[in-house]
């Protein structure tokens, strides 16, 4: 018990430690980024321009491949720092300068145990994006996923999507948990008893329990933007701390530049051959947004002159999630405070790049057709043998959203160790949108993800509390002393406990985004009014202006989506270029020294 307290006595400080660094790293990069005009002297014509994130990194690597074609990588967020690699530290990332921390609007049907009915939703503000904060679970999707996305496109073939896959896979480090504990063992034998299929690998998402996949490289965090630090590639510039406001086009909706601010000065850029927009499921929405593009009737409101009417932030799904401390133990697992800040750990992982430091978390994923409808998958399972209650509150919970009333009450007051093991909804039937508050860069969005609205994802997700149910029950897991969390959570003591009323009211309390949110510009027929982007990932009527990111997605994959967003991103670096090849001989570059004219404030590349 005294250890435990030393342990949690030293979390504590480094939390705040951490937290502090991350403060004034920030504060002294903006000191220095404002004392200095870096963008001055900087080249004005680019061939592409693109965003940072995870999506765009790729792109932009990809592109670059051509040694003739500048590319110019803009990123909103800092560059990084080589601690924040340690996959452990990915958390604690969230809520600091570069995290967007966003939050929804408070939900009419869900999250009500949390502040405000609001969800936290963290997404990444830093080169390479929300892989910087991510889970660094890797998946591809299932099958029928894709066939959904395409059913309109003539030329699909699941072939080529698979062809992409390997491709990205080739590039990226896919490679098995470094580190798990006993759990997934222990759950594996349980599962085979109960019958459920186990496959030995599962980046198709088929039915049954398997380990994960993570991308990780000798024991680090890996993203996409290390293809692309500076340095590495010579015909790729990247500007950080740099917020896209606004996308330049003619008056035929060809893009041709973006306007951006950097360190509180405003800047255009120009690209010749496309402006690729990577900035992610909000901000690409809310740079087309800004532009003009979007709703006719939510522009009027905001007062952004129309220039393309489009259905861009409708179509907004998450993956949303509940159940956590459901299931408690009557022993640790070897991944408490105490083992992550053990010497031990610390050695293993500076020495060998081993041990708990690399934990992405989850240990065991399993995918169920809740309704055995078909092989499709509707409900995941992401199985971690930690609880949320593990640090005394001192953190995780502030992560989580969960207010100090709630946690007091429902997670503390349990004082056997727990394990986790959340349902995550599928193929979610409610979605929402993402609108501008108002005609300011700089002003939070509207984020209505209008969780739980439709009764079939409460009855979903209900059934999967069902299988952890029937999991706790078996002999393997009451070996490590498994049982139902009987507590009822709190708002829910009137319903009977265990009852479907009960579980419909715990999953509108304790509603979590499992992180996945996609949609806001939706991918499809150029035909259909629906669709933002057609299969070329080109914005509808215009021309040069591409999006490429979780955003585009139609409808949420069968598992965790970055996979799904950089095989994406692989099949839309080909169509870009594709595009390119047949603009050969078209060269805009003289009708761009046109635009920018004599005016010699924009030659210098600063409007303001
Ligand atoms: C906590 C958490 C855990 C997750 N775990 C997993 C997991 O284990 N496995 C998995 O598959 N998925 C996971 N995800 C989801 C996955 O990481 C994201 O869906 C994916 O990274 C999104 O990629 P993207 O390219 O669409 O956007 P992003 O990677 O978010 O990139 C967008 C980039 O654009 C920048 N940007 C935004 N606006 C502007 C602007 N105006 N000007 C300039 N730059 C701008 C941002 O700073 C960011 O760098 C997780 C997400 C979170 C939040």
Redesign the pocket.
């Known amino acids: 018990m005294f250890l435990r307290s030393i342990f949690l006595a030293s979390y504590f400080i480094l939390i705040v430690l951490f937290s502090a660094f991350l403060k004034y790293y920030d504060t002294l990069e903006n000191f220095l980024v404002s004392s200095f005009d870096f963008h001055k002297e900087k080249l004005v014509v680019y061939d592409y321009i693109i965003?940072?994130?995870?999506?765009?990194s790729l792109v932009a690597k990809r592109l670059a491949e051509d040694s003739n074609k500048r590319i110019l990588v803009?990123?909103?967020?800092k560059r990084d720092f080589g601690f924040y690699n340690v996959p452990s530290m990915?958390?604690l990332l969230?809520n600091s300068p570069f995290d967007?921390q966003y939050t929804t609007v408070p939900q009419k049907t869900a999250c009500f145990a949390l502040p405000n009915n609001s969800s936290r939703?963290?997404?990444?503000?830093?080169?390479?994006?929300?892989?910087m904060?991510?889970?660094?679970?890797?998946?591809r999707g299932h099958k029928s996923d894709f066939d959904e996305w395409f059913k309109d496109y003539k030329e699909y073939d699941y072939n080529d999507i698979l062809y992409y896959f390997k491709k990205l896979e080739r590039l990226i480090p896919v490679r098995d948990l470094i580190f798990h504990t006993i759990l997934p063992d222990i759950l594996l034998k349980a599962v085979v008893n109960l019958g459920y299929e186990t496959p030995k690998e599962n980046l198709n998402c088929q039915l049954g329990y398997s380990k994960p996949k993570t991308i990780l490289h000798n024991g680090k965090r890996w993203t996409t933007a290390e293809l692309i630090k500076q340095g590495k590639i010579t015909n790729i510039d990247i500007r950080y701390g740099?917020?896209?406001?606004e996308i330049m086009m003619k008056s035929n909706f060809e893009a041709y530049g973006v306007k951006?601010r950097y360190s509180g000065r405003k800047y255009v850029v120009y690209a010749k051959l496309g402006v690729i927009l990577?900035?992610?499921?909000?901000?690409?929405a809310?740079?087309l947004m800004l532009s003009g593009i979007g709703q006719k009737k939510h522009l009027k409101e905001v007062q952004i002159p129309l220039k393309v009417d489009l259905p861009v932030g409708h179509n907004l799904h998450d993956h949303v999630t509940t159940g956590f401390d459901l299931v408690l133990i009557n022993q640790t697992l070897d991944i408490g405070i105490e083992q992550i800040l053990s010497p031990l750990s610390l050695w293993k992982y500076f020495s060998k790049g081993i041990g708990p430091w690399t934990t992405?978390g989850?240990e065991l994923i399993a995918f169920f057709n809740t309704r055995n409808t078909s092989e499709r998958p509707d409900l995941q399972f992401m199985i971690m043998p930690l609880a949320l209650k593990e640090d005394n509150g001192i953190y995780l919970r502030h992560l989580m959203g969960i207010p100090s009333s709630v946690y007091s009450t429902y997670f503390a007051t349990n004082k056997q160790p727990a394990i986790t093991i959340l349902p995550v909804l599928l193929h979610p039937k409610s979605k929402g949108f993402v609108k501008l508050n108002k005609n300011d860069?700089y002003s939070s969005p509207v984020i209505d993800p209008k969780y739980l609205t439709d009764p079939q994802d409460v009855e979903t997700l209900i059934k999967g509390i069902k299988f952890i149910k029937e999991l706790v029950e078996s002999d393997e897991l009451k070996s490590i002393g498994a049982q139902f969390n009987y507590k009822p959570f709190p708002g829910c003591e009137l319903y009977q406990f265990n009852s479907d009323k009960y579980w419909e009211c715990y999953v509108r309390h304790l509603t979590m985004t499992s992180?996945?949110?996609?949609g806001t510009c939706k991918m499809g027929h150029p035909e259909k009014k629906s669709t933002v982007v057609n299969y070329d990932f080109q914005v509808k009527t215009t021309s040069k202006l591409f999006v490429v990111?979780?955003?585009v997605l139609p409808t949420e994959t069968s598992?965790?989506?970055?996979?799904a967003?950089l095989m994406l991103?692989e099949m839309a670096s080909d169509k870009i270029k594709r595009i390119d090849y047949l603009l050969i001989g078209k060269c805009h570059i003289l009708e761009i020294f046109n635009i920018m004219g004599s005016n010699s404030e924009i030659n210098k590349n600063k409007i303001k």
């Open positions: 965003g940072g994130g995870s999506a765009g803009i990123e909103a967020g990915g958390i969230q967007w939703w963290p997404m990444g503000k830093i080169l390479g994006g929300t892989s904060i991510n889970n660094m679970l890797y998946m740099c917020v896209v406001e951006y990577s900035a992610g499921v909000i901000g690409s809310k740079i992405t989850c860069p992180y996945h949110p996609i990111d979780g955003s598992g965790n989506i970055n996979g967003i991103a």
